[in-house]
């Protein structure tokens, strides 16, 4: 894993997921946030925080959400499409990333209890995975991780 490819301006994008990860943390949410870019303009598609407490749905992670949002308008897929994360997707995500075809995936901090692409079963590296993005972690690491943190001890 590297800090992404070779003059791919990260920053902007990730900047937008701590700031969707900052504001789940605000409604009382796991503090994760995700935007979906096109690829080839750098367009924001959509951008999403975590929502399972205010959807009363597990299902609802900050990914998900945001890729959700923009597949309609491209056909169900995201061909061409890079999605920044704060956390190492699960494995539920992983999943989607991979059927949505997501071109490429940054995430912020690894997740070693959760996470499923550098921990847990390493979804992308399974030889029955159909679809593997180009995988870039540790992007926004420290702030991800502080904000995590913080949620979490101000919880206990």
């Not at 407490?53 to 061409?80: F, K, N, V, W, Y």
């Not at 997501?102 to 901090?109: K, T």
Request: charged letters at 20%.
């Amino acid at each position: 894993m590297r800090n992404g490819p070779d003059g791919h301006l990260w920053h902007g994008p990730m900047e937008l997921a701590l700031a969707q990860a900052r504001a789940a943390a605000a409604a009382g949410e796991v503090p994760v946030g995700a935007v979906l870019v096109d690829g080839a303009t750098g367009a924001v598609l959509a951008r999403a925080a975590n929502a399972t407490i205010a959807r009363s749905d597990a299902t609802a992670h900050a990914e998900l959400l945001a890729m959700q949002a923009a597949a309609p308008a491209r056909g169900g897929r995201l061909d061409g499409c890079d999605l920044y994360v704060t956390l190492e997707p699960c494995a539920m995500c992983a999943g989607a990333i991979a059927w949505m075809r997501i071109r490429r995936l940054y995430f912020g901090a690894e997740d070693e209890k959760g996470g499923a692409v550098m921990h847990g079963p390493r979804f992308f590296d399974q030889p029955t995975c159909h679809w593997r993005p180009e995988i870039y972690g540790g992007i926004g690491a420290d702030p991800a991780a502080d904000l995590l943190r913080s949620f979490f001890r101000n919880r206990r």
